[in-house]
C-alpha cells in the first residue's frame, strides 16, 4: 500500500511501520476481489482471465518467487489464498497498524469479498470502492436539486437495500423518489441466489448465503451459524429471509450497501442521541454521512459516522478528507468501539495534529462525550 503512503508524504508521521510490497499486493488483490465479484462473481472461470485478475495474479507469482513461496497456479487458488490468508500472513505481512492480522479479502464462510477487502481497497489516493459510493450520492445530490429531495431519496436507499416488486405497493412508498433513485439498483446477481432463490439477512436487511452452497436453503426457524451475511457481524438468532421470485427483486449497488445501507443504522441512532441530549444539528451537504452540530459556540463542531470494520485505514480516510470542522466526534457503531484496540489503532494512525480535533465516540457515548467537550472548551476559555 505504498501508494496510500506516498499519498500521505509531508504529512507528520503517523508511527505506523513501513509498508512493504507484500502490503502492496495485499491492496491489489483486493481491488482484484471487488471488481471481480462485482463483474462476474467469484465462483467460476474460464481462460483467459480477466486481464485485472491476469496482472493480479502475475504480481502474486513475482511477489511469490521474491520471497521463496510456491506461487498459486490459477486464478482459483489465488481466490483461496485470499480466503485462507489472511492481511498477517507471512505472504503479505500487512503491518497490524495497518489492517488487522486476520482478516481475509474473502469470506471464509460466504466466499464473497469481505468488509475488510472493501475498505482495503478504497484505501489509497482514488479512494476506490468507498470513492465510487460517495460519487454515486453526489450525483444523486446533483440530480435532485433540493437538499430536502437528496436526503429523501439517501435515506430510501439506506432503508431499503433490496427492494421487491410487493414493496411498490406497500406503504410509505413514494413513486417520485423512486423514479429518482431506480438506477442504483440492479437485477440480483447468480452469485448472490441458492437453488434460484435468494436469502436476506433479517438484522442489516442484505444479502446472506449459507456456507455449504450444495446443501438445502435453510427455511426452517432454526438457526443457522454457518450462514454468511454482508454486514458479516450481524446475530444469528433468526434464520435469513427466503425471497422466492428474485426476479422481482432490485438490489442496491455494493458500493452504496456497503458504505451507505450498513452504518445508516449508526447515523440514525447518533441522531437519536443527540435529540435526546437537547442538541440541534443540521445535515452537511454532500455525500458523507455527516451533520453540524447547533450552538457550538465560535468553534465549528461536525459529527460523521461510519461503520469500518478497520479503524487505521478509517483514521487514514479522515486524514486524507478536508476540510474538517475545529472538532469532529467520529461515531462508530458501539460493538467496534467497544473491540480490544479499536481505539487505539484508530488514535495511533492519526497524525498528531489531528488527534485533539477527531475524537471516536458511539451513539451511546455521543451525549456524553459533547457535555464533557462543551466543558473543557468553557474551562479553556
Ligand atoms: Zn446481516
Redesign the pocket.
Known amino acids: 500500500m505504498r501508494a496510500g503512503a506516498a499519498h500521505r508524504a509531508g504529512r507528520p508521521d503517523t508511527g505506523a511501520e513501513p509498508e512493504g510490497a507484500g502490503s502492496e499486493l495485499f491492496r491489489e488483490l483486493a481491488r482484484m476481489v471487488a471488481t471481480l465479484a462485482e463483474i462476474q462473481g467469484l465462483r467460476s472461470f474460464a481462460l483467459p482471465y480477466p486481464g485485472l485478475a491476469q496482472r493480479a495474479l502475475d504480481r502474486t507469482v513475482l511477489h511469490c518467487l521474491d520471497i521463496g513461496e510456491t506461487p498459486p497456479r490459477s486464478l482459483p487458488e489465488l481466490l483461496e489464498w485470499c480466503r485462507t490468508k489472511p492481511a498477517g500472513d507471512p505472504l503479505f505481512a500487512v503491518p497490524a497498524s495497518l489492517v488487522t492480522p486476520g482478516a481475509t479479502l474473502v469470506h471464509p464462510v460466504g466466499r464473497m469479498p469481505t468488509r475488510s477487502c472493501l475498505e482495503v481497497a478504497s484505501h489509497g489516493p482514488d479512494g476506490g470502492v468507498a470513492a465510487h459510493a460517495r460519487a454515486l450520492l453526489g450525483d444523486l445530490e446533483a440530480r435532485c436539486g433540493t437538499g430536502e429531495r437528496y436526503r429523501q431519496c439517501r435515506s430510501f436507499l439506506a432503508r431499503h437495500p433490496v427492494v421487491h416488486r410487493q414493496d411498490r405497493f406497500g406503504p410509505g412508498w413514494s413513486r417520485a423518489v423512486w423514479s429518482r433513485v431506480k438506477d442504483l439498483y440492479g437485477p440480483l446477481p447468480e452469485s448472490l441466489l441458492v437453488d434460484g432463490d435468494f436469502l436476506r439477512?433479517p438484522?442489516?436487511g442484505?444479502p446472506?448465503l449459507p456456507g455449504d452452497r450444495d446443501v438445502p436453503v435453510p427455511v426452517s426457524p432454526t438457526t443457522d451459524a454457518d450462514i454468511w451475511?454482508?454486514?458479516?457481524e450481524?446475530p444469528r438468532d433468526d434464520p435469513p429471509e427466503l425471497i422466492r421470485d428474485p426476479e422481482q427483486t432490485w438490489i442496491l449497488r455494493r458500493p452504496l450497501r456497503t458504505f451507505l445501507a450498513l452504518p445508516y443504522r449508526t447515523e440514525e441512532a447518533a441522531l437519536d442521541a443527540l435529540d435526546r441530549a437537547g442538541i440541534d444539528h443540521d445535515p452537511l451537504p454532500g455525500p458523507l454521512s455527516a451533520h453540524r452540530l447547533r450552538d457550538s459556540g465560535p468553534a465549528t463542531v461536525d459529527i460523521q459516522v461510519y461503520d469500518r470494520l478497520q479503524p487505521a485505514l478509517l483514521a487514514a480516510h479522515l486524514t486524507d478528507s478536508a476540510p474538517l470542522a475545529d472538532r469532529t466526534l467520529v461515531v462508530v457503531p458501539d460493538a467496534l468501539a467497544g473491540r480490544v484496540g479499536y481505539r487505539k489503532a484508530f488514535a495511533d494512525a492519526l497524525p498528531a495534529l489531528l488527534r485533539d480535533r477527531l475524537m471516536l465516540t458511539t451513539p451511546v457515548d455521543l451525549g456524553p462525550d459533547l457535555s464533557r467537550a462543551r466543558r473543557e472548551e468553557k474551562d479553556d476559555a
Request: glycine content about 10%; aromatic content about 0%; overall charge negative.
Open positions: 439477512c438484522s442489516c442484505l446472506a451475511c454482508e454486514g458479516e450481524c
